[in-house]
């Protein structure tokens, strides 16, 4: 298996700017996680989904932000309009329950906002 | 208060030492518990999962207590490879939590 799969790996765009980064699980796996990851705050869960349903977006900082999961092998994460504090290294990972719910990490996409 | 805190560290300790990192968690409903590992920009790797009774894989030994709401992880006779921030990480049921990580420097 090619593991969780991100894209870009490396994103820098100016503040103002919609930033759509890409997400596709392992196959088989029924639980897609989003992540942020600074320095300051460490890794934060932001959304997670189950069987491409939405469970718990409490940790989405705020209305910039969104997901989505369209299939079971694809998942979006938006922000808009991005802002200069949104520069972070956000991962993506996926598990299933039935393995005792250990998450794959995928390579993770850097942002940068000027 | 956060709900899996961890020792930032750093610790430095020369190759062959033994290092341990603790971990508390605060949620008792936690149901299972993790070590993982991550090395400079790279993503967080499953190192070991964390079992009730203890449990060893080679050189690294994993430790909870359910009473305390406690984990640990020791490394023994440390290697230059170990050199990484090792994350300790709680299961809630469908999501799970991470520790800040605590950061590991093995020096020659």
């Known amino acids: 298996d090619a593991g969780v799969i991100q894209s870009p790996r490396h994103e820098v765009t100016e503040m103002g700017q919609e930033v759509t980064l890409r997400c596709k699980p392992i196959?088989?796996?029924?639980?897609l996680f989003w992540y942020r990851q600074t320095m300051m705050r460490g890794l934060e869960l932001l959304i997670y989904?189950?069987?491409?349903?939405?469970?718990?977006d409490s940790g989405m900082p705020e209305d910039r932000f969104s997901a989505k999961m369209p299939n079971a092998s694809f998942s979006t994460l938006k922000i808009q309009p991005s802002e200069p504090r949104d520069s972070a290294v956000y991962f993506c990972?996926?598990?299933?329950?039935?393995?005792?719910?250990?998450?794959?990490f995928g390579p993770g996409t850097r942002l940068l906002v000027l | 208060r956060k709900e899996v805190e961890q020792d930032p560290g750093p610790f430095n300790v020369p190759e062959g030492a033994t290092v341990a990192f603790n971990c508390t968690y605060s949620?008792?409903?936690?149901?299972?518990f993790f070590w993982y590992r991550q090395d400079c920009r790279k993503e967080p790797k499953l190192l070991m999962s964390?079992?009730?009774s203890g449990n060893e894989d080679g050189r690294f030994t994993a430790q909870l207590n359910r009473a305390s709401q406690y984990i640990s992880l020791l490394i023994r006779d440390s290697k230059l490879s170990d050199s990484a921030t090792y994350l300790c990480?709680?299961?809630?049921?469908?999501?799970?939590?991470f520790g800040a990580g605590t950061r590991l420097t093995v020096k020659p």
């Open positions: 196959s088989g796996h029924d639980y």
């Open positions: 949620n008792s409903a936690s149901q299972s």
């Open positions: 989904f189950n069987n491409n349903v939405p469970i718990d």
């Open positions: 990972a996926s598990s299933n329950r039935d393995y005792g719910g250990t998450q794959y």
């Open positions: 964390v079992y009730s």
């Open positions: 990480v709680v299961n809630r049921g469908d999501d799970m939590r």
